[in-house]
């Protein structure tokens, strides 16, 4: 079965630090890649997704995230953080085949210190 | 003008008894999804309804009942329930043929059962 696994559960950073997190998923086919973000107690909104053309994609606050098909991975970035950015963000494919089933990470909990 | 809302935010209730919550979009899409995210954040996807038919049924107890009277509208009523049922519940939207595409999320239900 599909999965998808990201390799920080939490992260700390002192703002202005420059942020990865990584995200990789198992699953041979053709993929559409999300990043989600919730900031406390809240829902979560999209930060950024890549269906096809360009691996680099700009998502909103700053965010990008790169896919790379080799490494099937999709690890997003920022260059400086905000205070604003502590939140927990999640990694999500869906196949192209099926019905858009999100399949999520186990979430990243990023804490950013002012 | 709130595009996937949900009822109740909160919910306490005693095990062994029975619940519904409630989903509503108005962005026209013609997809709805619930998924469960548990204490340790991690989501998954529950059911889809696409056209008020189900199209995703995924590994969970006959407890869990989804309905959905049109296309705008995804309920979740919950019989008997568990300890094991408290979780955060997300509706989420999108249009299905001719995709892929996003998913918008709800604001979530707190579900407590004691």
């Known amino acids: 079965a599909q999965s998808v696994s990201q390799h920080n559960h939490h992260v700390i950073l002192s703002e202005a630090a420059s942020l990865e997190l990584g995200c990789n998923y198992s699953y041979g086919g053709t993929v559409n890649l999300f990043w989600y973000v919730q900031y406390p107690g809240q829902h979560l909104q999209l930060l950024l997704k890549y269906f096809s053309g360009d691996p680099l994609v700009k998502g909103i606050k700053g965010f990008e995230a790169e896919f790379i098909k080799s490494k099937f991975s999709f690890n997003l970035r920022k260059p400086s953080v905000q205070w604003s950015d502590t939140a927990e963000y999640f990694c999500?494919?869906?196949?192209?085949?099926?019905?858009?089933?999100?399949?999520f990470g186990t979430g990243t909990r990023l804490l950013v210190s002012p | 003008d709130t595009a996937v809302s949900q009822t109740p935010k909160y919910l306490v209730t005693q095990m062994g008894n029975d619940k519904s919550i409630k989903c509503e979009q108005n962005l026209g899409h013609d997809t709805m999804y619930w998924y469960k995210q548990d204490s340790k954040k991690f989501l998954k996807i529950m059911f889809s309804?696409?056209?008020?038919?189900?199209?995703i049924n995924e590994t969970v107890p006959n407890r869990f009942s989804p309905k959905s009277p049109d296309k705008a509208h995804l309920n979740l009523h919950i019989n008997s329930l568990e300890l094991g049922d408290s979780a955060v519940y997300f509706c989420?939207?999108?249009?299905?043929?001719?995709?892929?595409?996003?998913?918008?999320f709800g604001p979530g239900t707190r579900l407590t059962v004691t």
């Open positions: 999500a494919v869906t196949m192209n085949t099926g019905f858009q089933k999100l399949v």
């Open positions: 989420a939207s999108s249009f299905l043929a001719g995709g892929p595409y996003e998913q918008y």
């Open positions: 309804y696409n056209n008020k038919e189900l199209i």
